[in-house]
């Protein structure tokens, strides 16, 4: 079952359980190449796959990364920030999934 809020049109179809490609992650997530690499450098993503061209990821990955990515424009953060940031999205995200099984 998708666990995405409705809102996000593009994500709102996929499951948990869906890989995206890279190139589909970096159209998706609003990030650069050297960005993204560096963000994985940074431990905000764990890709599959032994190299950059090989890696895929996972849909909640993207979500999270869409929202990483705007609040980094918005607030003009660097790579740093944006793992932080991205830590604590993901953390969040897991929080409210944990709820709504509760419920």
Known sequence: ?????SGDPILQFLDDDTRLALEDML????FSM???????????FEPEGKTV?????S????????RAAG?????????????????LLER???????LRELE
């Open 53 to 57: 061209e090989t890696w895929t990821f």
């Open 1 to 5: 079952m998708n666990q995405f809020p």
């Open 27 to 30: 159209s998706l997530s609003g």
């Open 34 to 44: 050297d960005e993204l690499v560096a963000l994985v450098e940074h431990g905000a």
């Open 92 to 98: 969040i995200e897991e929080l409210e999934r944990q």
């Open 59 to 66: 849909v909640r990955s993207a979500f999270v990364a869409r």
């Open 71 to 87: 609040l980094r424009s918005e607030f003009g953060l660097d790579t740093t920030g944006t793992s932080v940031v991205f830590g």
